[in-house]
C-alpha cells in the first residue's frame, strides 16, 4: 500500500473509532479510547518518522511544521485522558476536543499536504515508503500500547529531520 493510501485508511479507522466511543459507556468507552490512542500514537510515529522527513523537500515545509505542532496538541490531550477516570466530568469534553483535533489535522493533510507529495513523488517512491510505513506500524502494534508512549512525547514537538 502506498504512503498517502496507508494514511488514509488509518483517518478512516480512527474516524470511526470517534464516531463509536460518543455513544459508548464504561468498559466498552474505555476499550474505544485506548484503540484511539494507541491508533493515533502508532500513525503519529510513523509520519513523523518517515512520512515527513521523506516529504520535506517536497516544497511542504510549512505544512510539516504545522502538522508536528498538531501532533504535539494531539499527544497532549491523549496524555490527560490516559490520566484520566473515564467517569470523570471532563472526559467526554477532552475526548471532543481530541476528536476535532485530529479532524481539523486530517483535512489539512487530505486537502494540502497530500495532493502536493502526490505530485512530487513517484508512485515507486509513495510505495516504498508506505511498506517502510507499515512495517513501522505492525512493530509499534506488537510492542503493545503504543499509546504508553505519549506522555514522554508532550514536551515540545517532533523535530522534521
Known amino acids: 500500500m502506498n504512503a498517502i493510501d496507508l494514511l ?10 470517534f464516531k463509536k466511543i ?3 459507556k464504561g468498559d466498552e468507552k474505555s ?3 485506548e484503540r484511539i490512542a494507541d491508533d493515533l500514537a502508532v500513525h503519529a510515529t510513523i509520519e513523523e518518522k ?4 521523506a516529504t520535506k523537500a517536497a516544497r511542504t515545509g510549512e505544512l510539516l511544521q504545522e502538522a508536528v505542532e498538531e ?9 490527560d485522558l490516559l490520566e484520566m477516570n473515564i467517569d470523570d466530568s471532563q472526559f ?3 475526548i471532543t476536543v481530541l476528536q476535532e483535533q485530529v479532524e481539523h489535522h486530517v483535512e489539512e493533510e487530505e486537502g494540502e499536504l497530500f495532493p502536493k507529495v ?5 508512485e515507486d517512491e509513495l510505495e516504498d515508503l508506505g511498506v517502510v510505513m507499515e512495517d513501522m506500524a505492525e512493530e509499534l502494534k506488537e510492542g503493545g500500547a503504543p499509546r504508553a508512549a505519549v506522555p514522554a512525547e508532550t514536551g515540545e514537538a517532533a523535530p522534521l529531520e
Open 118 to 122: 502526490k505530485k512530487l513523488l513517484s
Open 8 to 17: 488514509e485508511t488509518q483517518h478512516k479507522e480512527v474516524k470511526a473509532l
Open 22 to 24: 460518543e455513544d459508548a
Open 31 to 33: 476499550e474505544l479510547f
Open 92 to 94: 467526554d469534553a477532552k
Open 50 to 53: 518517515h512520512f515527513y522527513p
Open 71 to 79: 501532533h504535539l496538541s494531539v499527544k497532549r490531550i491523549i496524555a
